[in-house]
């Protein structure tokens, strides 16, 4: 069975994309905790991080490494924060969420509701800041 993310790497459920190559994908979270919390994905479902293979665990790291400097540039913050989970959805993800405090990258923290245009402006300035 494919994951939520299978779907949204194959475009069954649409996503606001702020990265792609032919390996990875990385996207808004869309119950987020801060503004600018992105998933980072390997575009093959594999349910746990640790099993990926060596190349894809490095390239998948290589590839959060440039999106959180996009998003540094992006969204004001002291840092990003990256948490891997993955008890949540069967497909290795890492949360890329930018910080000013410990606390801000506090999962029981409330989730934000943003409105459409709100995603879509911070994927976009995420994206143009993407290298």
Known sequence: MSSIFSKIVAGDIPAYKVAENESYLAFLDVFPIKKGHVLVIP???EDYIFDLDQANYTG???FSKKVAEAIKKSIPCKKVSMQIIGLEVPHAH?????INTMNDC???NEKL???KEEFEEIANKI???FQ
Not at 94 to 98: E, M, Q
């Open 43 to 45: 575009k093959n479902e």
């Open 60 to 62: 998948l790291m290589l």
């Open 94 to 98: 890492v949360h890329l969420i930018p």
């Open 106 to 108: 506090d999962f029981s």
């Open 113 to 115: 509701k943003l409105s």
């Open 127 to 129: 994206a143009a800041n």
